[in-house]
Antibody, heavy 120, light 107 residues
Framework: EVQLLESGGDLVQPGGSLRLSCAAS????????MSWVRQAPGKGLEWVSL????????YYADSVKGRFTISRDNSKNTLHLQMDSLRAEDTAVYSC?????????????WGRGTLVTVSS | EIVLTQSPGTLSLSPGERATLSCWAS???????LAWYQQKPGQAPRLLIY???TRATGIPDRFSGSGSGTDFTLTITRLEPEDFAVYYC????????FGQGTKVEIK
């Protein structure tokens, strides 16, 4: 059974940093691209970042480019999101999501998310 | 980065009625890389359609997707009680942007 479990969410001050993790199980992690998606309270879905299965190809939404860094450790089946220079508008539930196998695929599995609150 | 705009914002319908949801892209969606998801409160999104018209595994045939280029449509032929939810379109190319969502509510 595919499982994705996020951790690391917290309350952080504007300008601060936070590192999120997503532990994956139930599939061959390195065979799949992974993404982070966020959802602010009461708002819609916003794609944040994607990383290819090998970890070399990374992509970011314009809203986080230069501030967030996605990475993965295929030996530990773990996805990370390093978030720097955090802003109030980054407050959201952050979920990891798995691509269907192949290139340019939609998400077929999602985690339940971890809450990041940016506030003084 | 492709911008997706969904219409309408809210659709008020009765069970058994037909729902038609629209998604417009700011530039042509190459490869037809357009997906639709359903999200209910407190739940993760569920993939319904990808590649503009391919139903995901286990999705009932009352859900169908169509369109190409910049104009895409999700149709639910006869609404069941469990279909009342928020629906998002997504470009599943390099930039995986979402539309802002359409809420299908009970009239």
């Amino acid at each position: 059974e595919v499982q994705l479990l996020e951790s690391g969410g917290d309350l952080v001050q504007p300008g601060g940093s936070l590192r999120l993790s997503c532990a994956a199980s139930g599939f061959t992690f390195s065979n799949y691209a992974m993404s982070w998606v966020r959802q602010a309270p009461g708002k819609g879905l916003e794609w944040v970042s994607l990383i290819g299965g090998g970890g070399d190809d990374t992509y970011y939404a314009d809203s986080v480019k230069g501030r967030f860094t996605i990475s993965r450790d295929n030996s530990k089946n773990t996805l990370h999101l390093q978030m720097d220079s955090l802003r109030a508008e980054d407050t959201a539930v952050y979920s990891c999501a798995r691509d269907m196998r192949g290139y340019d695929q939609p998400f077929d599995y999602w985690g339940r998310g971890t809450l990041v609150t940016v506030s003084s | 980065e492709i911008v997706l705009t969904q219409s309408p914002g809210t659709l008020s319908l009765s069970p058994g009625e037909r729902a038609t949801l629209s998604c417009w892209a700011s530039q042509s969606v190459t490869g037809g890389y357009l997906a639709w998801y359903q999200q209910k409160p407190g739940q993760a999104p569920r993939l319904l359609i990808y590649g503009a018209s391919t139903r995901a595994t286990g999705i009932p045939d009352r859900f169908s997707g169509s369109g190409s280029g910049t104009d895409f449509t999700l149709t639910i032929t006869r609404l069941e009680p469990e279909d009342f939810a928020v629906y998002y379109c997504q470009h599943h190319g390099i930039s995986r942007t979402f539309g802002q969502g359409t809420k299908v509510e009970i009239k």
